[in-house]
Nanobody, 121 residues
Framework: QVQLVESGGGLVQPGGSLKLSCAASGRILIIDAMGWYRQAPGKERELVAAITRGGITNYADSVKGRFTISRDNAKNTVYLQMNSLKPEDTAVYYC???????????????WGQGTLVTVSS
């Protein structure tokens, strides 16, 4: 009933930038918090950044000052601007959103399929 589709991943050199997008579609009544997680090979999935519907943001210490999360509520879309990328940022990045589906009265977490970001020279 709901889909999250990420885009914008790819290969970038250290110090470069990428912007990820994640668009939610389907029978959406309202979206609460949205966020980006990442999972590097052999590691657990970790929170990168999150944003409330009202625009309050939270970042992992490792990305503070380099990454910026934003959202467009009218488009049900969340973005992640990544600057000054480092090799240790290499991971699959997943979008997550707490969504209330039309006809229900509770929020459920939904995940995108993931997009690979590789930082390498």
């Amino acid at each position: 009933q709901v889909q999250l589709v990420e885009s914008g991943g790819g290969l970038v050199q250290p110090g470069g930038s990428l912007k990820l997008s994640c668009a939610a579609s389907g029978r959406i009544l309202i979206i609460d918090a949205m966020g980006w997680y990442r999972q590097a090979p052999g590691k657990e999935r970790e929170l990168v950044a999150a944003i409330t519907r009202g625009g309050i943001t939270n970042y992992a210490d490792s990305v503070k000052g380099r990454f910026t999360i934003s959202r467009d509520n009218a488009k049900n879309t969340v973005y992640l601007q990544m600057n000054s990328l480092k090799p240790e940022d290499t991971a699959v990045y997943y979008c997550n959103a707490d969504i209330m589906i039309a006809g229900t009265y509770s929020y459920l977490g939904h995940w995108g399929q993931g997009t690979l970001v590789t930082v390498s020279s």
